[in-house]
């Protein structure tokens, strides 16, 4: 997918995405979590009705099936949604964690807990299930045996939907989809909708599918030959993204999940211990515990600020955390380590921006619903994202300096 910047500088970067029932639930790095209740709290505020935690919690426990965490009276036990809190962490991440809880952040052993304080260290809930297998969107709410009982129910894939059927008239009027064929555009069919048609394609698919129906902004749709049933210039704009920049270190070989890599008997011994109790390297996450926290409680020296227990309530909209810094046990992004033979593994501070400010779009490029828009993600193109990504980093490289 090409991507553009509004920022001073310029680049284009390939951004994956999961091409596949359950989406990027198929290829992500498997955290399950739920973010705290302030966030929740801070819609409501906004105006959107009954967004608050008090009525998103009951949901999330209603999908949930918390394998580590079942007596905790804030997760559910009798969802579909499986996840666990896996305790075999590498040293190097214990190792963090020591210095983090050192360094003042609250050690919590439940990511999830809503009564938790906003600043914490904590080991990350992944979504594997009781075989120790990745838990998708797809295997959870769309089994097999589900999707065989259902009459009503028919999963088209290996299709693209090109656009909706839009009847002109006040107000506008859905009244199917169009969708063809990904491999073959000859093979093209109209879905009528009896009631209603829901579009929920993803932060990106989404705009550009209502793009290419003719909502969205007049100008541009009518300069690539789409007709404009309504200029709502909001369509594709404001797409916003988290930013993460990895901090990267060498570690042993045997402390990295780079050992793989390195040492075959030790693959073909992790492979085994997988296959036979789904335990070891393999049945982990990579990203396996954390450090959350306001910015604004780091000075410039990167020490924590006394914090009044008013600072800790999880429930406040304006103790929202908006840094974190996750561990990995591997290199993270580096071409030159991947072409080293390993003879030493890495270890990833990955710094993100939990709050950004800054503002993308999605953009058609072409009337071809084959052609992918172009996203430009808009990185730090506010500045008030900046300070938290340099506090972020420089937090990272205080733990560094303490291993």
């Not at 990267?248 to 390195?262: R, T, Y």
Request: net charge negative; hydrophobic share 40%.
């Amino acid at each position: 997918m090409a991507v553009g910047s509004s920022s001073s500088v310029e680049w284009q970067l390939t951004m994956v995405t999961g091409k596949a029932l359950g989406g990027s639930t198929k290829i992500n790095g498997l955290i399950y979590h739920r973010s705290v209740p302030g966030e929740y709290n801070a819609w409501q505020d906004a105006g959107r009705k009954n967004w608050s935690w008090q009525h998103v919690e009951p949901f999330f426990k209603k999908s949930e099936d918390s394998l580590s965490h079942g007596t905790s009276p804030s997760r559910g036990i009798e969802g579909p949604w499986q996840n666990q809190s896996v305790k075999e962490h590498f040293a190097s991440v214990r190792t963090n964690v020591k210095i983090a809880t050192e360094f003042g952040v609250p050690l919590l052993t439940e990511a999830n807990d809503p009564g938790a304080p906003v600043v914490a260290c904590t080991p990350l809930d992944a979504t594997i299930d009781r075989e120790n297998h990745r838990c998708s969107t797809d295997a959870a709410f769309l089994p097999r045996s589900l999707v065989s009982r259902r009459r009503n129910l028919n999963i088209c894939t290996g299709t693209i939907c090109t656009s909706l059927d839009i009847k002109d008239g006040n107000p506008l009027e859905v009244n199917g989809v169009f969708i063809e064929v990904e491999s073959d555009v000859t093979q093209r069919y109209h879905v009528t909708a009896t009631r209603e048609v829901i579009l929920c394609a993803g932060a990106v698919a989404t705009p550009q599918i209502l793009l290419f129906s003719g909502i969205g902004p007049e100008r541009p749709l009518k300069e690539i030959g789409v007709k404009v049933f309504k200029d709502l210039p909001g369509v594709g704009a404001r797409f916003q993204d988290h930013i993460s920049v990895p901090i990267m270190f060498k570690a042993l070989l045997d402390n990295s999940i780079e050992v793989l890599m390195g040492k075959p008997l030790t693959a073909v011994g992790q492979f085994l211990k997988y296959i036979l109790n789904g335990k070891g390297i393999l049945g982990q996450q990579v990203q396996q515990a954390d450090v959350v926290l306001r910015s604004a409680l780091l000075d410039d020296n990167t020490q924590l600020y006394s914090m009044e227990p008013g600072e800790l309530d999880a429930s406040k909209p304006s103790n929202i955390p908006d840094i974190e810094v996750m561990f990995l046990s591997v290199n993270a992004t580096d071409q030159q380590f991947d072409g080293i033979a390993k003879s030493f593994g890495g270890f990833t501070y990955l710094c993100t921006v939990l709050r950004p400010q800054s503002y993308g779009s999605v953009q058609l490029t072409s009337s071809d619903p084959r052609q992918q828009p172009l996203w430009d993600i808009g990185t730090l193109t506010n500045e008030a994202d900046r300070v938290p990504l340099q506090k972020a980093m420089k937090l990272a490289l205080m733990l560094a300096s303490n291993v």
